[in-house]
């Protein structure tokens, strides 16, 4: 059974039900899954639901037969938030929701968090049967997929954080990334995949006097070239994946506390600049050195996110602020094609698949859009729990995290 599942976990992207990373394979919010659930409660359309011991707003990653998440334990048991915490990787079955293994990973005193944040917030990443866990400044590890047992681990690039962490590690040929956007002296850490060593690190500068942020890198390609978009407070840089070197950077005076991933789509990256008011920034990919002046394609300084990671559906740009208005604008241009209350206020990442859009509120309210250029909500669903973490793809299922569940959604 071991080599079974040792051959089930080998390959990466083996099977279409992969979602590797956070916001799936191509790490953009897309599946290519059909026939998915548009109608759910919390006792209808449930394959099954897992209690998940702990706090921790990581999104499920799933390969092959097992799901992975983490989720930071109280130290005695009892659930508190000044608790210290025991960090945790944890796999599931795919078919039962069911424990496969469990596995302490670091523990740690509790710092000060804000209360969208968790001790594991991070979403970890899966690469050739092994998976990949980071805790932000309290550490990271790199753990054989089939057991839980630990390869390497380190906690050498500890930082002073700003309500916890967030930003969720990339992977790049034999690199392991991460954003460090700490208090004071940000930065972008490239470590060795094969042994936890540090490869490179990255001194991100820039103007802002708030120097913290949460944002997870993506890797593009322009022109046959790689470039590691990396935004940060007050600035966005595009760097050299394998060596750390800046290629261009974009700046954007005080904006601070950035989280959405950015996208990427005709030859152009949407970010949101962050607090204390964010603006959306199209931004050509295409510059070297500094390109504020010359590549900015266009702005929208209204219902721009503070958090939900946007999505790109033909020519055009869906994001919802965090107060749950969705806009629709055009992806080229700018030009909005409605800005309208969809959900509760939220938090999760859109999700594009089977047709349509998803949208995961607070509150546990799923709402289900028809994409286009006029606003159509085709249903809403109510787990009534709490939930931050971003959707993830699992055959033509939807997994679901709530502050004390995973679930498993079904048509």
């Known amino acids: 059974m071991r080599t079974t599942l040792a051959l089930l976990l080998s390959t990466s992207y083996l099977f279409a039900a992969d979602w590797p990373e956070f916001r799936g394979s191509a790490a953009q919010g897309h599946s290519d899954a059909k026939n998915l659930p548009q109608y759910w409660g919390p006792s209808q359309h449930v394959v099954w639901k897992s209690a998940v011991a702990g706090i921790g707003w990581s999104s499920p990653v799933v390969i092959g037969n097992r799901i992975f998440l983490t989720s930071a334990l109280p130290i005695g048991g009892v659930e508190d938030p000044k608790a210290d915490r ?58 054989d997929a089939a057991t839980g047992k630990s390869i390497w ?44 060593k540090q490869r490179w690190a990255f001194a991100r500068q820039s103007e802002a006097k708030k120097k913290f942020s949460f944002c997870t890198p993506l890797i593009i390609e322009v022109n046959g070239q790689k470039q590691l978009i990396t935004p940060g407070s007050g600035v966005v840089n595009a760097l050299n994946p394998k060596t750390g070197e800046e290629i261009w950077r974009c700046n954007y005076d005080q904006g601070y506390s950035v989280i959405p ?19 959306l920034l199209a931004i050509k990919a295409d510059g070297n050195g500094d390109v504020t002046a010359t590549h900015l394609a266009w702005t929208i300084d209204k219902a721009a996110p503070h958090t939900p990671c946007m999505a790109v ?33 939220i938090s999760s990442s859109l999700l594009v698949a089977d047709g349509k859009l998803y949208l995961q509120d607070e509150k546990g309210l799923g709402v289900v859009v028809k994409p286009g250029k006029t606003f159509q909500i085709l249903a809403k669903n109510d787990l009534a729990e709490r939930s931050l973490a971003s959707y993830a793809v699992i055959g033509s299922d939807l997994l679901i995290r709530t502050e004390a569940n995973l679930y498993r959604i079904k048509k």
């Open 86 to 143: 025991s960090l945790h990787a944890l796999a599931l079955d795919v078919a039962t929701g069911k424990p496969v293994w469990d596995v302490e990973i670091f523990t740690a005193t509790a710092p000060r968090m804000h209360r969208k944040n968790s001790h594991a917030s991070p979403t970890p990443v899966y690469e050739d049967g092994r998976l990949y866990v980071h805790f932000g400044h309290l550490g990271t590890a790199c753990l």
């Open 153 to 196: 681990a380190t906690q050498e690039f500890a930082y002073s954080p700003v309500h916890g962490n967030g930003s969720s590690p990339v992977l790049f040929e034999d690199l392991l990334i991460f954003s460090a956007d700490a208090e004071t002296d940000p930065k972008v850490i490239a470590l060795d995949k094969t042994t936890g």
């Open 313 to 345: 559906i033909g020519d055009e740009l869906y994001f919802v602020a965090d107060n749950g208005i969705l806009t629709c604008a055009d992806a080229k241009t700018g030009q909005i094609h409605y800005s309208e209350r969809c959900t509760g206020p």
């Open 261 to 279: 991933r950015p996208v990427y789509a005709h030859g152009m990256l949407y970010i949101s600049t962050g607090y204390d008011k964010p603006v």
